[in-house]
C-alpha cells in the first residue's frame, strides 16, 4: 500500500472515507515527515497536536456515523502570514517573532471548519516580500531538489511561499495555504514541481492575512495536483463581510465541475511573453504546452498584452507603496518586538524597533514605497503606476474578445540556486516577470509542472483566466497535466 | 463689524481666517469596527482588533457615519459626492495605531456648501454673511495619550480610536473673530438639528483647527499658521485676536510668517509652537487598498434628504411669515435644536386660542428668564411643555391675566404644580364679575377727582392709571378686559 | 533623477527606520537602480486613462451600525510588550 504521506488531499479524504485508515494514522505520519525534515526549515513552528485533535475529531465523527466534513482526516500546512488563533504568527519576521494572535484568519477558520488539522506554520519570505525564501527571519527555507550536476547546491524553492512548495514537494504535507502577490503561489510551485492557483482576487478572504500590499494580496492553495487545488481553493473561498474587497458570490464547485476536455475553449498565446533573453527549455515546454492544450480540444490564437513590459516596474511600485503603509503598524506599541534604547523617546522607539524587526529586502521595500508617495513624487510615481496597472488590466480585457485563456511559463527559468541572485534585488524582482502582469489585474491564475529542464529541476506552466473563471483555469491546468505526467519528485535527502 | 482691524504700527491689519472643524459623527459603532463609541469609558475597554490595528486586520466602513455626512452635506446645500474615496494619511504617533489615518483627501464625500451667519446674533436684522464650506470628508479619530500618570512614561488609550469624525473645511471667508464665532455657533446648530453631531465641545465631540493669517487690506493672503484641536466657541475667538496680534507684532519687526502649527494654551492665553511634528507635512496620502471607492445611489441619497429635518433658516423665517413672530423671537427660537422641539412641542399642547406669538413670548421671557435664574438648560426645564401649555390656555380664556400669570408660574416652578390645580386651590382665578368691579371703579373715581377732570379734559394718557388701580384693588383677580370696558363706560 | 545620502535617511527618518550613515550610503546607490529602472513608466502614454481603483470592479458595502465589539481589553493588550493600567506604554510623550 501507499504510504500515507503519498497520498493526495484527494486520496486522503476518500481513502479515510472508506475506511482505509483513520485520520490520526495520517495525521501521525505526517507529524513524523515534519519531524524528520528540520534540514528543509520549511516550518517555523510545528503544530502536531492541532493536526492530532482535528484527526481525532474526523475519526469521532466517523465513529459515531456523522456525514463527514470536506476535509476530514487531511492535515495541511499554513503559510505562516494567516494569522493563528493561540498559534505564532511571524509573517517570517523579527518584528512579530512571539506575536500570537487572539483570532483566526477567515481563510484558515474555514479550512478548520472543513475538518483540515494544521501540521504547522510554514515558512516564507518575510512578509511575503521575496522570490526565493532568503528573507525569512527564520533562516533559507531549502528546496527538496538538487541539481542532476552531482553537485548538492541548496536550491531555492521559490518565494515567498518557499516553505509551502517545499513541504509539499518532500511529502510533509499533502498540501498548503499560499498567498500570491506578484506570484508568490505559482513561482514556488513552478519551481518544485507542485501545482498552485490564485484565485480571483476578492475570492479568498484577507481577514486575518498579514497584509503585504493589499491590492494584489490574494491567498490560494497549493498541492500536488489540480484536484487538490480544487478541494482546497472550495473550502478556503467565500464571502467574507469584514473584507471590504471580498466578492460577494457563491463558491462553485470547482473539484466537481473539472474536466479536461477544452473543446471549444480558446487559448491565447500572448506574443509579449517571449521576452528576450528566455532560456530555450522555458520555450521548449511552452511549445509543449501549447501542443498539449491543442491536443485537449483547445484552438491556439496567438493574443497581445502591449503592455506587459511595464507590469513589472509599475508592480515595483505599487506593491512597495502599499506595503510601506501596512507596514506602518509594527511599532512596537502593541504587539511583537519593541526596541527601546537607552533614553529614547517614542520616536527612537519606531525607529530602533523597525530597524531591528525588518530584514533587509523588507527594509528596502518600505524605502521604495515611501519614496514613491512621498511629497512631490506621488504623481510621477503612483498616480503613473495605477494608471499603467488600468492598462494592463484592459490589454487582458481585450484578449478576451479573442480567447478564453492565456497559456504561458510560469517562471523565466527553473530553480536557481540559494544566494545566486541575493546580491542583485532587481535581478530577483525580473522572476515575477510572468506572474505579475496577472497580478496587477486582479485575475485567476494556475501554475502546474510540465516537465524537468536538463539540470533535472521541475519548470512550471501557467493558465491564467478570465475574472471569476477558475474553473476553466482548473481545466486547462488538468488537461496539462494529465498530458505531462509529471511524477518525477524529489530524492529525499534530508 | 466686518471692518474688524488690527492696529499695527504701519497701519490697519485684516485677518483672514479659515475652519477646519471635526465633528464626531453620532453613531453606536466606530467608522470601520464594531466598537463602541460610548464616551467615558474604561481606557481600552471600546477597543476591537481592527481599532488596535492587529496584523491582518481590515475596515469595514459604518453606513450611519456615511449617512449622517452626506446629511450634513446636504443641510449646507453642498454638492454631495456619489463617488468618494478614502485616502490613507500617513503619520507615526502612539495615538494612531495602524501608522495611518483612513480619511479623504483626493475624492471627498462632500463638496462646496454654504453657512450663511448673522454678523451681529443680537440682531436678527443685521446683515447675514455667507462662509463657504470648501468640504466635508469622513475620516477616523486617533486615541488618546495620557502623560500625566507615570514620571517617564506616556499611556495609549484607543477608546477613540476609530470613531468617525466629518472635517468640515471652510474657505478663508471669515475676517474677524466673531464672524468666526458666529460660524462655529451656527454650524453646531446646525448639525445639532441634522442630529450627526451632538456638538458637545466639552466632550471634544466638536473642535476646531484654527487657521489664521493676516495681510494688509486688499493685498494678497499672508502666510498663515494652523492652531490645533480648540475646543471652545471662546478659545476660537481668543486664539484668532492673539494669533492675528502675534502675526502682525512678527511682521512689522521684520520678520517672516512660518506655516506651522500651533498649540492653544488657555491657561495663558496664547499659541505656541509645535515643533515636535516635524515631518508632519509629508503624509504620504494614497487611496487605501484595503476599501474600494465609496459609490451612493439614489436610493440612499433620497433617504438622506428625505430625513433632514426644516432647518433653522428656513424655520425662522417660517416663524415669522407663518407664525407671525417678530424677528427677534424667530431668531432665539431657532438658534439651537433644543429650543425649537420645546417650542413646537409646547404649540402643539396649546389649543388654538393660545396665540403662537403669546407663547413665543412666554417663552422667551417667562420661561427663559426662569431657566436663567435657576442656571439650568432648556433640556432640563422643570416646566414641561404641556404644563406651559396648561398655563397659557389659562391665561388666553381669561381665567387668569398675564400678571396672575407670571405668579402662577413661579408657584409652578417652587411646588411642581399643575397652573390649573395652583388657579383652583388658591382662588387666583380672575372675575369678571361686573357688579364687583363697577364698585370698585367709583371708590377709584371718587378718591381721584383731579385726575378724573384731567382726563375729561384730554389727558388719555391718564386711562392707564385708572386700570392700574382698579386691578390693584381687585387683588389682580379682574379681567382686564372687562376693566378697561367698564372704566372706558365710567369716566365717559 | 538620482536619489543621494540625504534622501535615502529622509526616507529612512520618514519611514522610520533607523539607518547609519554606512547602511544609507549602500542603499544609496541600490534604491537609485531600482527607481531608475521603474521610471521606464514614464514612457507609457496614458492620456485620459484613470488610475485602477478596483482590480475587480466592486464598490464599497456598508455595514450597520451595531456594536458588535464588546469589551476585549485582555484580548487587546495580550501581546503588548508593555501595558500597565490597562493603557499600552510607550516612552514619555512631549508634546
Known amino acids: 500500500m501507499t504510504k500515507l504521506t503519498d497520498l493526495t488531499v484527494a486520496g486522503i479524504r476518500d481513502g479515510f472515507r472508506a475506511g482505509d485508515f483513520s485520520a490520526r494514522e495520517v495525521a501521525e505520519g505526517f507529524n513524523a515527515a515534519v519531524a524528520g525534515a528540520k534540514a528543509l526549515n520549511a516550518f517555523i513552528v510545528d503544530t502536531p497536536d492541532h493536526a492530532l485533535a482535528a484527526a481525532d475529531a474526523a475519526d469521532a465523527a466517523r465513529a459515531a456515523g456523522d456525514a463527514a466534513k470536506p476535509l476530514a482526516g487531511v492535515p495541511i500546512g499554513m503559510k505562516d502570514l494567516f494569522c493563528t488563533k493561540g498559534v505564532q504568527t511571524t509573517a517570517a519576521s523579527h518584528i512579530l517573532e512571539g506575536f500570537v494572535p487572539p483570532y483566526e484568519s477567515t481563510v484558515s477558520g474555514k479550512l478548520w471548519e472543513a475538518g483540515a488539522g494544521m501540521l504547522g506554520k510554514l515558512n516564507l519570505d518575510q512578509f511575503a516580500m521575496g522570490s526565493s525564501n532568503e528573507t525569512s527571519y527564520f533562516g533559507n527555507v531549502i528546496s527538496p531538489w538538487r541539481r542532476n550536476d552531482g553537485g548538492n547546491a541548496a536550491m531555492a524553492p521559490g518565494g515567498s511561499s518557499g516553505g509551502s512548495a517545499s513541504a509539499i514537494a518532500a511529502r510533509l504535507c499533502p498540501a498548503a495555504t499560499g498567498t500570491d502577490t506578484g506570484g508568490s503561489i505559482r513561482q514556488p510551485a513552478a519551481f518544485v514541481g507542485i501545482s498552485g492557483i490564485k484565485p480571483t482576487y476578492g475570492r479568498c478572504s484577507r481577514w486575518g492575512v498579514v497584509a503585504f500590499a493589499s491590492s494584489l494580496d490574494q491567498a490560494g492553495p497549493m498541492a500536488r495536483d489540480v484536484r487538490d487545488c480544487a478541494i482546497m481553493l472550495e473550502a478556503m473561498s467565500g464571502f467574507d463581510a469584514k473584507d471590504s474587497t471580498s466578492l460577494d458570490l457563491e463558491v462553485p464547485h470547482w473539484e466537481a465541475g473539472l474536466s479536461s476536455d477544452l473543446k471549444g475553449k480558446r487559448v491565447g498565446i500572448p506574443k509579449e511573453y517571449r521576452v528576450e533573453g528566455m532560456p530555450a527549455e522555458i520555450e521548449a515546454l511552452w511549445q509543449q504546452g501549447i501542443d498539449w492544450l491543442r491536443d485537449a480540444g483547445a484552438e491556439i490564437v496567438e493574443v497581445s498584452l502591449p503592455h506587459t513590459r511595464y507590469a513589472l516596474p509599475a508592480y515595483y511600485i505599487i506593491a512597495p507603496a502599499e506595503a510601506s503603509s501596512n507596514l506602518a503598524r509594527y511599532d512596537g506599541v502593541r504587539y511583537g518586538q519593541r526596541e527601546l534604547p537607552e533614553g529614547a523617546n517614542l520616536q527612537d522607539m519606531y525607529a530602533a524597533t523597525r530597524s531591528a524587526g525588518f530584514g533587509p529586502e523588507v527594509k528596502r521595500r518600505i524605502m521604495i514605497g515611501t519614496y514613491v508617495l512621498s511629497a512631490g513624487y506621488y504623481h510621477a510615481y503612483y498616480t503613473q503606476a495605477q494608471k499603467v496597472r488600468t492598462l494592463i488590466a484592459r490589454d487582458f480585457a481585450e484578449a478576451w474578445d479573442h480567447c478564453d485563456l492565456l497559456l504561458t511559463p510560469t517562471a523565466p527559468s527553473a530553480a536557481f540556486a540559494l544566494g545566486e541572485k541575493m546580491a542583485d534585488p532587481l535581478a530577483m524582482y525580473l522572476n515575477d516577470v510572468f506572474t505579475v502582469p496577472s497580478s496587477l489585474a486582479g485575475l485567476p491564475a494556475m501554475s502546474v509542472p510540465g516537465g524537468l529542464d536538463a539540470g533535472g529541476l521541475p519548470l512550471g506552466l501557467q493558465v491564467i483566466g478570465r475574472p471569476l473563471d477558475e474553473q476553466s483555469v482548473l481545466n486547462a491546468g488538468l488537461a496539462l497535466e494529465e498530458r505531462a505526467g509529471f511524477t518525477a519528485r524529489a530524492e529525499a535527502w534530508w | ?492 | 533623477m538620482s536619489v543621494d545620502t540625504a534622501t535615502v535617511k529622509r526616507i529612512a527618518s520618514l519611514a522610520r527606520i533607523a539607518i547609519t550613515d554606512d547602511e544609507a550610503q549602500a542603499m544609496a546607490p541600490e534604491l537609485n537602480n531600482i527607481l531608475g529602472w521603474i521610471e521606464q513608466l514614464g514612457e507609457v502614454d496614458v492620456t485620459g486613462i484613470e488610475p485602477m481603483t478596483a482590480v475587480i470592479p466592486n464598490t464599497l458595502r456598508l455595514r450597520e451600525d451595531v456594536v458588535t465589539e464588546p469589551d476585549q481589553r485582555d484580548l487587546v493588550l495580550a501581546n503588548a510588550p508593555q501595558a500597565e493600567h490597562g493603557f499600552f506604554a510607550v516612552p514619555k510623550v512631549i508634546e
Not at chain 2, 462662509?131 to 514620571?151: S, T, Y
Not at chain 2, 462655529?184 to 466638536?206: F, H, P, T
Not at chain 2, 519687526?253 to 515636535?276: F, H
Open chain 2, 1 to 492: 463689524m466686518s471692518s474688524y482691524r488690527i492696529q499695527g504700527a504701519t497701519g490697519d491689519w485684516e485677518v483672514v481666517i479659515g475652519l477646519e472643524v471635526h465633528a464626531q459623527v453620532t453613531s453606536n459603532a466606530k467608522l470601520f469596527s464594531g466598537a463602541s463609541t460610548a464616551f467615558g469609558s474604561e481606557p481600552n475597554t471600546q477597543v476591537s482588533l481592527v481599532d488596535a490595528a492587529m496584523p491582518g486586520m481590515l475596515p469595514t466602513p459604518n453606513r450611519e457615519c456615511i449617512r449622517q455626512a452626506v446629511r450634513t452635506g446636504m443641510a449646507i446645500d453642498a454638492a454631495i459626492n456619489k463617488w468618494s474615496r478614502f485616502d490613507r494619511k500617513n503619520y507615526f504617533y502612539a495615538d494612531l495605531p495602524q501608522g495611518y489615518q483612513i480619511s479623504q483627501l483626493y475624492h471627498p464625500l462632500v463638496g462646496e456648501g454654504t453657512i450663511t451667519v448673522q454678523l451681529d446674533e443680537k440682531d436678527p436684522e443685521s446683515p447675514v454673511k455667507a462662509i463657504g464650506v470648501e468640504r466635508i470628508h469622513v475620516e477616523q479619530d486617533a486615541g488618546k495619550l495620557m502623560h500625566d500618570q507615570h514620571p517617564t512614561r506616556s499611556y495609549v488609550d484607543l477608546n477613540r480610536s476609530g470613531v468617525a469624525l466629518m472635517e468640515i473645511v471652510s474657505k478663508p471667508d471669515m475676517r474677524s473673530p466673531a464672524e468666526a464665532g458666529a460660524y462655529v455657533r451656527k454650524l453646531r446648530s446646525i448639525l445639532r438639528y441634522v442630529g450627526s453631531c451632538d456638538g458637545n465641545m466639552e466632550e471634544g465631540s466638536m473642535r476646531a483647527d484654527v487657521n489664521v493669517s493676516v495681510r494688509k487690506p486688499g493685498e494678497e493672503f499672508g502666510t498663515r499658521t494652523e492652531t490645533k484641536n480648540v475646543n471652545s466657541v471662546r478659545f476660537v475667538m481668543a486664539v484668532i485676536e492673539h494669533e492675528a496680534r502675534r502675526q502682525v507684532d512678527v511682521l512689522e519687526a521684520g520678520g517672516k510668517i512660518v506655516q506651522e502649527t500651533r498649540l492653544y494654551d488657555p491657561d495663558r492665553g496664547e499659541t505656541r509652537s509645535m515643533r515636535s511634528k516635524e515631518d508632519a507635512h509629508d503624509y504620504r496620502y494614497f487611496p487605501d487598498p484595503d476599501l474600494l471607492p465609496l459609490v451612493l445611489d439614489d436610493g440612499f441619497l433620497a433617504e438622506c434628504r428625505a430625513s433632514l429635518p426644516e432647518l433653522p433658516d428656513p424655520k425662522r423665517r417660517r416663524y415669522e411669515t407663518e407664525l407671525g413672530l417678530s424677528a427677534y423671537n424667530a431668531a432665539v427660537l431657532t438658534a439651537e435644536v433644543e429650543t425649537t422641539r420645546w417650542f413646537e412641542a409646547l404649540l402643539a399642547e396649546c389649543g388654538s386660542q393660545v396665540t403662537a406669538k403669546a407663547a413665543a413670548n412666554w417663552l422667551i421671557s417667562d420661561l427663559f428668564g426662569a431657566l436663567n435664574r435657576l442656571g439650568r438648560d432648556i433640556a432640563d426645564s422643570p416646566v414641561n411643555p404641556a404644563q406651559g401649555a396648561e398655563l397659557l390656555a389659562l391665561i388666553a380664556d381669561g381665567t387668569i391675566s398675564n400678571t396672575l400669570g407670571k405668579q402662577v408660574f413661579e408657584i409652578m416652578l417652587e411646588t411642581g404644580q399643575g397652573a390649573g390645580v395652583i388657579v383652583e386651590e388658591r382662588g387666583l382665578k380672575q372675575t369678571s364679575d361686573t357688579g364687583a368691579i363697577e364698585a370698585e371703579i367709583a371708590k377709584v373715581i371718587a378718591a381721584n377727582p383731579d385726575k378724573v377732570a384731567d382726563y375729561r379734559g384730554g389727558k388719555d394718557k391718564l386711562f392707564g392709571f385708572f386700570v392700574g388701580q382698579t386691578m390693584k384693588a381687585m387683588g389682580g383677580k379682574a379681567n382686564p378686559g372687562v376693566v378697561n370696558e367698564l372704566l372706558k363706560k365710567a369716566l365717559g
